[in-house]
């Protein structure tokens, strides 16, 4: 079992940037593939970056390549999802997930957090 905890979440203008983080506790973190994934009100959820065990490798879908950025602490435990040149269709709740898949790209994640608002005002 894994727990995640999100943080970081908060409200910015557009053109901003944010930080998020996402603490994990219980079996080896660094044996997971760790992703994030967003929701906006009304829509599905969508994949938004993931990163490989080792740091090595990285996933982005083209609406955020570019401006975000996805890295892993693996001594803290902590994966972090840098936000830069943020726009309002950016806004949703961010979550972070974790997979037993050993590469990228993970078909499915086992593991997810509770979930961190991001609000980009116009």
């Known amino acids: 079992q894994v727990q995640l905890v999100e943080s970081g979440g908060g409200l910015v203008q557009a053109g901003g940037s944010l930080r998020l983080s996402c603490a994990a506790s219980?079996?080896?973190?660094?044996?997971?593939?760790m992703g994030w994934f967003r929701q906006a009100p009304g829509k599905e959820r969508e994949f938004v970056a993931a990163?490989?065990?080792?740091?090595?490798?990285?996933d982005y879908p083209d609406s955020v390549k570019g401006r975000f950025t996805i890295s892993r602490n693996n001594a803290k435990n902590t994966v972090y999802l840098q936000m830069n040149s943020l726009k309002p269709e950016d806004t949703a709740v961010y979550y972070c997930?974790?997979?037993?898949?050993?590469?990228?790209?993970?078909?499915?994640?086992?593991?997810w957090g509770q979930g961190t608002q991001v609000t980009v005002s116009s």
């Open positions: 997930a974790a997979s037993d898949w050993p590469r990228l790209p993970a078909p499915s994640y086992d593991y």
């Open positions: 990163i490989s065990w080792s740091g090595g490798s990285t």
């Open positions: 219980g079996r080896t973190f660094s044996s997971y593939v």
